[in-house]
């Protein structure tokens, strides 16, 4: 057993080392056009939440009303492909006797095994790429080891304190009497294979008469998100498809200098994609050649609801994620401030 181990351990760091030697003369500004933040640039459209920006979107908030945009993170929610997660939890003093001190303390830690692109999560600048070249013509083979990425880490990304815009898809399709609904969602959806268009996204933004500004946060609301909160009942359901932008819906987004784009989906573009001859080229679209970040499983009903009660699309977009040192994307909080 020791020895498979061994060999295990030795042929992942062998092809490590062949993956980044393979690709270590990648010349990158033939597959991917150059940061418009500068040549040594890490931090991608994170660089358009100034302080300017962020006072901006601090108007947003009217009455203090906090909106969560997270789905919990718990062991059997929807995974993709070979993803998983689990929760084990350690019980400190418990024992009879056991208790430490004379205040008998006793506690509670956890370990959580997941990998980073779980639940509610941002894809980071070092998730995607074209063959080995990265956002801002990077060239990942020869900027990884066995246990992160020497360069476009979570760690470069400026804060998301900026203003969020919720497009309601559903009402957009309901209202030109095109929505299709999936049977298995229990409120009305957007089916898979649905392909969101520029003019889709141009009638939701028309219906609480709201203008993108650069460095939006745009949240697409689609009710796909109901069959992720069945889980795990629906989990292959959710999975086998989903609703989502179109090349020409994202090129008009990145055209708007947004930040980032999420949705109540599992890989925000549409599944199956327009090409199938194309693997998720909307990821690359906006990832590798524009550093727009994509937040996938967002909670999108509860702001929704209150967008409809209100008829005012815009809020307060706060998203906690943490400063991982070389690590390509991760579980984060959000919340919408109205």
């Known amino acids: 057993m020791r020895l498979m181990s061994a060999l295990t351990g030795i042929a992942f760091v062998t092809s490590i080392a062949m993956a980044s030697s393979a690709f270590a003369q990648s010349d990158c500004t033939k597959t991917v056009p150059p940061s418009p933040f ?12 100034t302080p300017a920006v962020t006072k901006a979107a601090a108007a947003e908030i009217k009455d203090g009303k906090v909106i969560s945009l997270t789905n919990p993170l718990v062991d059997g929610v929807p995974l993709f492909g070979s993803r ?33 692109h779980v639940g509610t999560h941002l894809d980071g600048m070092g998730h995607i790429g074209r063959g080995d070249c990265y956002y801002n013509q990077t ?7 066995q246990n992160y990425m020497t360069k476009l880490g979570l760690e470069h990304l400026k804060p998301f ?37 520029p003019e889709d996204l141009q009638a939701g933004l028309k219906l609480t008469n709201t203008t993108l500004r650069e460095g939006d946060v745009v949240i697409l609301h689609t009710g796909w998100g109901d069959i992720f909160l069945q889980h795990p ?32 989906t599992w890989a925000v573009e549409v599944i199956p994609g ?32 209150e967008v409809a009660a209100t008829n005012r699309g815009t809020f307060f977009f706060s998203m906690t994620v943490p400063k991982a040192v070389g690590v390509t994307g991760t579980f984060v909080a959000i919340d919408g401030i109205r």
């Open 38 to 49: 500068g040549k040594d640039d890490q931090t991608g459209a994170t660089n358009r939440i």
């Open 84 to 116: 998983f997660t689990k929760t084990v939890l350690t019980a400190g003093g418990l024992a009879p006797g056991a208790a430490l001190g004379k205040n008998d303390l006793t506690y509670m830690e956890d370990t959580w095994l997941s990998q980073s």
């Open 139 to 145: 060239p990942m083979g020869k900027n990884i080891n």
């Open 161 to 197: 304190q900026t203003r969020g815009v919720l497009i309601d898809l559903v009402k957009v399709y309901q209202q030109a009497n095109k929505l299709k609904s999936n049977p298995n969602c229990r409120t009305p959806c957007l089916d898979k294979g649905t392909v969101i268009t």
């Open 233 to 264: 009942a629906k989990n292959t359901e959710y999975n086998s498809g989903e609703p989502g932008i179109g090349k020409a819906a994202t090129k008009w987004l990145i055209d708007q200098k947004i930040v980032a784009v999420g949705s109540d």
């Open 274 to 305: 327009e090409s199938q001859e194309e693997a998720f080229i909307v990821h690359q679209m906006l990832l590798t050649d524009n550093g727009i970040h994509i937040i996938e499983n967002v909670r999108t009903d509860l702001m929704a609801a």
